[in-house]
Structures are given as structure tokens and as C-alpha cells.
T-cell receptor
Framework: EAGVTQFPSHSVIEKGQTVTLRCDPI?????LYWYRRVMGKEIKFLLH????????ESGMPNNRFLAERTGGTYSTLKVQPAELEDSGVYFC???????????????FGPGTRLTVT | AQKITQTQPGMFVQEKEAVTLDCTYD???????LFWYKQPSSGEMIFLIY??????QNATEGRYSLNFQKARKSANLVISASQLGDSAMYFC?????????????????FGKGTHLIIQP
């Protein structure tokens, strides 16, 4: 079974540019999450999809961030326009949708390292 | 206030010794889940172990066990017989609310991590 994959693994862009990160969850996982780790800080929750619907987007930092999950499969996270403080590692995770939450461990992808210069 | 506190930024341990990584948490929710993840230098986050707030027994997974002290709000990770490959960052995380229901938002809150180095 393939794990969570993320593309690209690294991205270097200039301030003001746009970047789109992609996440492919484990096949059949209804739940998809985005997290971010800024240098020296904790990993922070950004957003949770259940299929194509946003269940919780309380962690999205501002309206420069747009997440989509059309069709309930892969997800994209667009940053437009990028700022210096957006630099960090963006993780995607997925979990299955059945049963109690207590059974739903989140499997993480390798992350996308974003550098805004 | 921090929800997850990991007080050990770094630890050096001799190979084959047991290791305890500290984690304390803060929540007013009676229902929550606690997780430990390992992040080796390659960057991926590897799930290690889970403990539900109502679980009667401490969780164990191979060489990993979770020392769950509910009254103290601590969830320390114990690695028995450490190996060189255990060198990595370790993160404690919590999911609050409705742990034993089917729905709800379930984003994790993470601590800052502990960098564990196993020495030969």
C-alpha cells in the first residue's frame, strides 16, 4: 500500500510569487490534513478535509492560503502571494474515515520544504 | 499556555539503554488521544504509539511503551533497549474532544519535540 505522497519535495520561490503544493493521501482515506512547521516552532495544524469538504480550517493563517480537495482524492494547498514567514515544511496526513476517532491514526507524508526568499 | 510540553530539547543516550522522553499535556476535555511520532533525519513523520484517555492500560508497541499518568497529565514515551536507528526527533501530540465518537474535527496539537541521539 502506497503511503502519503507530497509534491514537490522542495520549493524555492520569491516573495510575492505563487506556489501550489500537492498531497496524495493513502488510497481510500477520507480524512486529509495539512500541517506546517515553521523553523524552530511546533508543527501546527492548518486544515482538515473529510472527503471534499472542509471539516476544520481553524489553523489556516490567513486568506493567502487556499486548500482544495476536488473529488475527495488529492489535495492542493496554494499560497498566493507568498511571504517570507511562509517558509517552512508543509506536511500532509491522512486517516481512514471509519469507526471511532480513537482508531484513526494519522499517516504523514514526507513534507514539502518551502523556502520564500 | 502550551497544550503539549516537551521539556527535553535534546538527549544523548548510550546504545542499549532505556530512554524516557517526557511529555505533559493540558486539556479540560475528558476525552482525548495522545500520540508519539518519530521524525528521522530523512524528514518523514512515523507514527509510533497511541493512547486514548479512557484506555485502562498503558499502550505498548514493540520496544515502545507509553507511560500514561492521567492525574499528572503526562504521557511519557519509553524506548527499551535503544538502538542507533532510534536517533531522531520525537514529537508528542494530542487530539482533543470526542475521541470515542465517529465525527468531529481531529487535527493534532504537537509539542516542540525532543532530539534524541543514541551513542554507540
Amino acid at each position: 500500500e502506497a503511503g502519503v505522497t507530497q509534491f514537490p519535495s522542495h520549493s524555492v520561490i520569491e516573495k510575492g510569487q505563487t506556489v501550489t503544493l500537492r498531497c496524495d493521501p493513502i488510497s481510500g482515506h477520507d480524512n486529509l490534513y495539512w500541517y506546517r512547521r515553521v523553523m524552530g516552532k511546533e508543527i501546527k495544524f492548518l486544515l482538515h478535509f473529510v472527503k471534499e469538504s472542509k471539516q476544520d480550517e481553524s489553523g489556516m493563517p490567513n486568506n493567502r492560503f487556499l486548500a482544495e480537495r476536488t473529488g475527495g482524492t488529492y489535495s492542493t494547498l496554494k499560497v498566493q502571494p507568498a511571504e517570507l514567514e511562509d517558509s517552512g515544511v508543509y506536511f500532509c496526513a491522512s486517516s481512514h474515515g471509519q469507526g471511532y476517532r480513537s482508531t484513526r491514526e494519522q499517516y504523514f507524508g514526507p513534507g514539502t520544504r518551502l523556502t520564500v526568499t | 499556555a502550551q497544550k503539549i510540553t516537551q521539556t527535553q530539547p535534546g538527549m544523548f543516550v548510550q546504545e542499549k539503554e532505556a530512554v524516557t522522553l517526557d511529555c505533559t499535556y493540558d486539556t479540560s476535555d475528558p476525552s482525548y488521544g495522545l500520540f508519539w511520532y518519530k521524525q528521522p533525519s530523512s524528514g518523514e513523520m512515523i507514527f509510533l504509539i497511541y493512547q486514548g484517555s479512557y484506555d485502562q492500560q498503558n499502550a505498548t508497541e514493540g520496544r515502545y511503551s507509553l507511560n500514561f499518568q492521567k492525574a499528572r497529565k503526562s504521557a511519557n514515551l519509553v524506548i527499551s533497549a535503544s538502538q542507533l536507528g532510534d536517533s531522531a526527533m520525537y514529537f508528542c501530540a494530542m487530539r482533543e474532544g470526542h475521541e470515542y465518537s465517529g465525527g468531529g474535527a481531529d487535527g493534532l496539537t504537537f509539542g516542540k519535540g525532543t532530539h534524541l541521539i543514541i551513542q554507540p
